[in-house]
């Protein structure tokens, strides 16, 4: 491997019953970089993510972390080789604190197994300071507002020191300030040395936090480069972006919410 690349994917596939979800995607994750994955609903980006972190077993392909084949690897296996990740649609320990939630984040991952209990709520109390949620960490976690629960999902994924955090669409149901208050922390997450690789349909993310950029489409990647130079491929544009896109971007106008919607 590279020494510059983190996480490499190659030729990854995955078939449901004889259904492609994703097919023959290849593409690298470098250290210290933030990646952004961008396409339609069903493009196969979440399913991609699965493959990354264990919970789904590629049907063909190879997927490296440092060297190390990740196929087949169970997904507390791949925490602790410092791969962490969110999820969609948030789903917190509802019958715990928020402080509690995150303790358990920090008993697992990479830095979990030389954790006491202690330690772990010492942990939890860092990360919430640094996601700003130290006045809720003795509230139970179904209490929180959407963005609250965004920013605890973050911050569980955080108290597993990853090395490279997986976000799968952490801005959805964030509107307005929201969604720059949530920037500003991925921006601070990277500065921290986190490799990030971004899930997002908000074109605003990507274009203001990401580096580089992979679009996928029917499970095939059909793009990736610069955001730049993704947001002006014709392929891009005809399957994810939309004519709109393009003329709001010509009048340096800003869409915040997905070409989609």
């Known amino acids: 491997m590279n020494e510059t690349n983190l996480l ?34 069903g493009a196969g980006k979440t399913t991609l993510v699965n493959m990354i972190s264990g919970t789904a077993v590629p049907t063909r392909g190879t997927i490296k972390f440092k060297d190390e084949v990740l196929n087949g690897k169970k997904p507390h296996i791949i925490g602790k080789m410092g791969i962490a990740r969110t999820f ?4 917190p320990f509802q ?14 991952g990479k830095g979990g197994v030389k954790r ?17 949620l130290e006045n809720y960490r003795h509230d139970l ?6 963005a609250g629960r965004k920013r605890l999902e973050l911050a ?6 990853p090395e490279i955090l997986l976000l799968d669409e952490v801005m959805a149901g964030l509107r307005g300030t929201e969604v720059d208050e949530a920037m500003d922390l991925i921006r601070a997450i990277h ?25 996928l489409d029917y499970g095939k990647k059909i793009a990736e480069g610069t955001p730049a130079e993704v947001t002006s491929e014709p392929a891009v544009i005809q399957a994810y972006l939309g004519k709109r896109y393009v003329a709001n971007q010509a009048q340096g106008l800003t869409q915040e919410q997905s070409p989609l919607e």
């Open 88 to 91: 969609q649609v948030v789903k």
């Open 156 to 161: 569980k994924g955080l108290a597993m020191d």
């Open 8 to 41: 490499e994917i190659r030729g990854a596939t995955k078939l449901y019953g004889g259904v492609a979800a994703v097919t023959d995607i290849s593409f690298n994750v470098q250290r210290g970089e933030i990646l952004g994955l961008i396409g339609p609903n």
């Open 116 to 132: 006491s209990s202690a330690q772990a709520f010492k942990r939890g109390e860092e990360v919430l300071q640094f996601v700003h």
């Open 141 to 146: 976690s179904e209490s929180l507002s959407i």
């Open 191 to 215: 500065n921290y040395g986190i490799t990030l690789l971004v899930i997002e349909h908000v074109m605003k993310v990507i274009v203001g936090v990401c580096q580089r950029v992979v679009v």
């Open 95 to 108: 019958n715990l604190t928020v402080l509690e939630n995150v303790a358990v984040g920090a008993m697992f």
